[in-house]
């Protein structure tokens, strides 16, 4: 499906497949749709992730002790089709798990299952002309990211984006920020002078304040770790019968409160 079709400023959440389990897994993403995403980053644990904090950390080791791997990722996004989920998913992997599966075998998966997009964030951009192409050959964009520090590289980098462009509001790992930099809705603005598919911003965004604020400066919000520390806050709950519908209801909720200046407000229940 096309990725995106810009209207209003998009909510793209990203949460762990596997956290704390698969079927879980599903059950928030819906929740997610539910709650007004307009997009779905589906994070492949990783036992040693550089571009994250330690939430992102702990999602991803819970994860790897059920077993998860980027092959079982990919073959969730059937399962959240079956379960109602129509946004488009985006598959957010480091290079090393593609490398063990091999690059061809990947795309053929992902395209297999119906991935919507792929999004490396350890794959510099002047190493991604294969993987590039290969995406093109299955119809399956490779997301580019760009970083404050990119600079000359933004123009390049622009020019080259497939599905949209991702603009990583803040140097280091991810993780919930209080503040944003004060040079983030420059950074934003000159990307989107050079780029033909929608800008969208992530990395320690975690409030609705932050939302608020950048909304006018960007095509789309990417939210992770707020939204995975609810995810463990809530973990016991979730796997609790009787108690999972009322947890999915209050992350929802949750959800919806973060990107309430994008959508209509949650009513309270």
């Given at each position: 499906?096309?990725?995106?079709?810009?209207?209003?400023?998009?909510?793209?959440?990203?949460?762990?497949?596997?956290?704390?389990?698969?079927?879980?897994?599903?059950?928030?993403?819906?929740?997610?749709?539910?709650?007004?995403?307009?997009?779905?980053?589906?994070?492949?644990?990783?036992?040693?992730?550089?571009?994250?904090?330690?939430?992102?950390q702990r999602a991803a080791a819970r994860a790897l002790s059920g077993q998860m791997t980027l092959q079982k990722a990919v073959e969730l996004v059937p399962e959240m089709r079956k379960k109602g989920i129509k946004i488009p998913i985006i598959i957010f992997t480091y290079y090393?798990?593609?490398?063990?599966?091999?690059?061809?075998?990947?795309?053929?998966?992902?395209?297999?299952?119906?991935?919507?997009?792929?999004?490396?964030?350890?794959l510099p951009f002047e190493e991604s002309g294969p993987i590039r192409r290969l995406g093109e050959k299955t119809g399956i964009p490779l997301i580019s990211l760009v970083a404050p520090t990119s600079k000359?590289?933004?123009?390049?980098?622009?020019?080259?984006?497939?599905?949209?462009?991702?603009?990583?509001?803040?140097?280091?790992?991810?993780?919930?920020?209080?503040?944003?930099?004060?040079?983030?809705?420059?950074?934003?603005?000159?990307?989107?002078?050079?780029?033909?598919?929608?800008?969208?911003v992530g990395f320690g965004i975690s409030t609705s304040e932050q939302v608020k604020m950048l909304k006018d400066y960007c095509d789309g919000v990417v939210i992770g770790s707020a939204l995975v520390q609810k995810i463990e806050q809530l973990n016991e709950q979730l796997q609790t019968p009787a108690n999972k519908e009322e947890a999915l209801a209050e992350f929802q909720c949750y959800a919806h409160s973060l990107v309430a200046p994008l959508k209509h407000a949650c009513s309270s229940q």
């Open positions: 499906m096309p990725l995106c079709t810009v209207t209003k400023p998009m909510f793209i959440p990203f949460i762990v497949a596997g956290d704390p389990t698969p079927d879980i897994t599903v059950e928030l993403a819906f929740a997610l749709q539910e709650a007004g995403a307009d997009m779905l980053e589906l994070g492949v644990p990783y036992s040693d992730p550089l571009a994250d904090g330690p939430i992102i090393n798990p593609v490398l063990q599966l091999g690059e061809e075998s990947f795309f053929a998966l992902a395209q297999q299952n119906g991935v919507d997009g792929v999004l490396i964030p350890d000359k590289r933004i123009e390049t980098i622009a020019s080259h984006a497939q599905g949209f462009l991702y603009c990583v509001s803040s140097l280091g790992v991810t993780g919930v920020r209080d503040t944003l930099p004060e040079t983030l809705n420059d950074f934003l603005t000159e990307v989107k002078r050079h780029s033909r598919v929608p800008v969208v």
